[in-house]
């Protein structure tokens, strides 16, 4: 497993991915290609890191660390099926989680998936309601 940061050559394989789970997004209305292309040309102002999850030199998945005062959000946890069930997300989170900080994730409470991944690395459930707020301090 590699992170890299994301490419403008990236961008359909992480569109196709979003808009097949969008249902695990808080905005769950479908992305257009030339949505997607504005997203991108406006990502390099705002204090986030999106990559790209590698696996054999192939695309499989990503995630982001976005900054906050205090705190880094992580997000975006997306793998292709074929994908899944190897630990790869478990290893992108504890990658971008290894350095000494606070971070966090809300997460919509039916996306299992992903509260299984942030608490196998080390994150414990802070609030529940509408999302769940998982938190590492490290």
């Avoid at 991915?17 to 504005?38: G, P, V």
């Avoid at 290893?91 to 409470?109: D, H, I, N, W």
Wanted: hydrophobic letters at 40%.
């Amino acid at each position: 497993m590699r992170l890299r940061r994301l490419a403008e050559g990236d961008l359909e394989f992480v569109r196709l991915l979003r808009n097949a789970n969008r249902q695990f997004f808080f905005t769950d209305t479908q992305i257009s290609a030339h949505e997607q292309r504005a997203w991108f040309r406006l990502l390099g102002s705002k204090p986030i890191d999106f990559f790209i999850i590698e696996e054999d030199g192939a695309p499989v998945g990503t995630i982001s660390a976005k900054r906050s005062p205090g705190w880094i959000e992580i997000g975006n946890l997306l793998l292709r099926p074929e994908a899944q069930g190897r630990g790869l997300m478990r290893q992108a989170v504890r990658e971008l989680t290894a350095a000494p900080g606070r971070y966090f994730s809300e997460v919509k409470p039916d996306n299992r998936k992903s509260v299984a991944v942030f608490e196998a690395t080390g994150f414990s459930a802070a609030s529940s309601g509408e999302f769940v707020r998982l938190e590492k301090i490290t």
